[in-house]
């Protein structure tokens, strides 16, 4: 009991700066059992950057933005993957390992771009645009990703679209990624409707209005926001490009232009930045809980698979992704 409570002391001195005193006592007992059900079952848990501080520094394996858990998910020898993130990502998983049990805590954490965009579209994109090859953002279902030439994420959309050598693409669904990107590469982009419910919040005058009231704030964007955003930022990338710009750079004062719990993670390791928080909730990702992650555990709940066929024409297009450096 005593080397218990220990072990769930030393996580709280982890997260004290971004978790109130008043509100550990609630997340320590889910703690200590998802430790002990994940040695039982032989589990790990891949949680996404906007995972809240209790999910993200006090039971993950694994962390990281959408590229890297991929990445990652391959390589997993575990027997069971939770995924502590929405269902995409989940579902990437299970294409790249196909043999583990990959868990989703909650199988309503959706997406609003996987929702913007059907296979069918895709299908008539093509014969509107014929030989237009198609990049597919991974925030989507694998039925659209398996119409798709090769996906890609917020971290190597640049590099994807170049490594194609084409003038011209069809880029789907997220708009505004797509207008991020045509202007950093000048390839002419064929792009779809789909938006981030989060990042299309933030607008132009936000920024204006953070950088009046926080002379000297280096601003970093996710490429998710409006042009117009990222146009007056100091930066854009990935999740993981934003906390690795903070790692090198260590402004005095930044405010990241994302979900909200993106500050509190990055925030926990560095204690000499201040971090200004406007941010956006994604409610699809706070559907994942503690006590989620330990019911998902503990009933093996909730299964995510890909029927076979699909699975095949999905993985070629994430491993094509994955396969550009
Ligand atoms: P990245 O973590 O890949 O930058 O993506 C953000 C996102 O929208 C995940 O929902
Ligand atoms: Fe989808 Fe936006 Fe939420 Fe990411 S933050 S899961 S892109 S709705």
Redo the contacts with the bound molecule.
Sequence with gaps: MLVEQTRAEALYERVRTVIPPLEWPAFADDIEAILELKRARNAVILAHN?QTPEIFHCVSDIVGDSLSLAREAMEVEADTIVLAG?HFMAETAKLLNPGKTVLIPDERAG????ESITANDVRALRERYPGVPVVTYV?TSAAVKAESDICCTSGNARAVIESLGVPRVIMIPDEFLAQNVARETGVEIITWKGH????ELFDRADIAELREAYPGVTVLAHP?CPPEVVEVSDFAGSTAAMSAYVSERKPARVALIT?CSMSDNVAVDHPDVEFVRPCNL?P??KRITLAGIRKALEENRYEVTVAPELAVRARRAVERMLAVR
């Design positions: 906007y929405v997406c609003s771009l996987a925030n981030c419910e989060v990042h998710e979900e994604c699809h990702m």
